[in-house]
């Protein structure tokens, strides 16, 4: 029962194009909503969230777009660099499960081409 | 201020043995958690510590997994005997309480591990 996908296992950008990185979850329960990004050996950071009561949250050149009717987030990164280059995974909060408990999506490899 | 420290950051084992993974969370933060990443997946959480107490253990695999946290700072996971299918990265992570931060999870670099 996988409560969160990520359908695209890989993403090609070139860069200074956008990157547009997707989350579907099923779970209507979910209230909080973040994007982890992970380099090779190392552990995820957090990079941007969104909580339920909002449709979009910007910092920098990070996005994330929340369509709570279609059990969707996206994350929007304009312009792409190299250094973007990683595992980005979403990550859902609430969905019935305990405070904090984070169900993560099966992460999306973004490369940026110089 | 110091990450979430884990040690070691490689392990390879047989089937049947032990292993034990530690970890020391960012200070003050009451929160930490110990997940498993199978290669190609999402982490997965075994087990939530809030201070020393047990908020959440019910994906941790109780017939072979143990973890503890003494005193409500560094924590312990053991495995014993682990399975071929333990083979995975396991990353610990902290958060504080206060409002929406403490959605926020920092993580370690994890902790490698193969079963042979």
């Known amino acids: 029962d996988q409560q969160v996908k990520q359908n695209s296992p890989s993403l090609s950008v070139q860069e200074g194009r956008i990157s547009i990185l997707n989350c579907d979850y099923t779970?209507?329960?979910?209230?909080?909503f973040l994007w982890y990004k992970k380099y090779p050996a190392e552990g995820p950071t957090f990079l941007i969230s969104i909580s339920s009561i909002k449709d979009k949250n910007e910092d920098g050149r990070f996005t994330v777009f929340l369509n709570k009717s279609a059990k969707h987030l996206s994350l929007h990164i304009v312009p792409s660099q190299p250094g973007d280059s990683a595992v980005y995974f979403c990550?859902?909060?609430?969905?019935?499960?305990?405070?904090?408990?984070?169900?993560f999506g099966q992460g999306t490899i973004l490369t940026v081409h110089p | 201020e110091a990450g979430v420290a884990q040690s070691p950051r490689y392990k390879i084992i047989e089937k049947r043995q032990s292993v034990a993974f530690w970890c020391n969370p960012i200070?003050?933060?009451?929160?930490l958690y110990w997940y498993q990443q199978i290669l190609g997946q999402g982490p997965k959480l075994l087990i939530q510590f809030q201070n020393n107490g047990v908020v959440d253990d019910s994906q941790l695999p109780k017939d072979r997994f143990s973890a503890e946290r003494l005193k409500g700072v560094d924590s312990t996971l053991k495995i014993q005997p682990a399975k071929l299918e333990d083979s995975a990265v396991y990353l610990c992570?902290?958060?504080?309480?206060?409002?929406?931060?403490?959605?926020?999870?920092?993580f370690g670099p994890g902790t490698r591990l193969t079963v042979t």
């Open positions: 200070s003050g933060h009451a929160t």
């Open positions: 990550a859902l909060i609430g969905g019935g499960t305990s405070y904090g408990k984070l169900t």
């Open positions: 992570a902290s958060s504080g309480t206060s409002g929406l931060r403490g959605y926020e999870q920092y």
């Open positions: 779970n209507s329960m979910f209230d909080y």
